[in-house]
């Protein structure tokens, strides 16, 4: 019998799920039903096609090959090569602490 990963309930932040031990792929399965609404942000013309397929090849080609299971593994892998690249073609500070507050599964306030 599979045990339960997330607790009926419980309000849930973003660092919650990094301090689980389960595997990605079992928290990701859980959160299948959860609603997702994409992002409006700005757009721009100005930015480097072949880092944008950097970053793709990166999220795209070799993620799914890596098993990612801890919080160091998950900003390493995911966050960082994104917010690097922000950072250098930008002018922007950026806060990695930033909230999110999504629903009770997915939320920046406990």
Known sequence: ??????????????????????????IVAVLKNASYQALN???STNY??????????ILYTILPKITINSEIAKR??????ILVEI?????????????LDVDEKLSGCS
């Open 1 to 26: 019998m599979k045990t339960q990963i997330l607790k009926t309930g419980k309000k849930y932040t973003f660092s919650d799920y990094f301090e689980l031990n389960n595997p990605t792929e079992d």
């Open 48 to 57: 480097n096609t072949q880092k944008i397929k950097e970053l793709q090849d």
């Open 76 to 81: 390493e892998f995911l966050i960082a090569p």
């Open 87 to 99: 950072a250098r073609s930008t002018d922007y500070k950026i806060n990695v602490e930033y909230t």
């Open 41 to 43: 942000l700005p757009k």
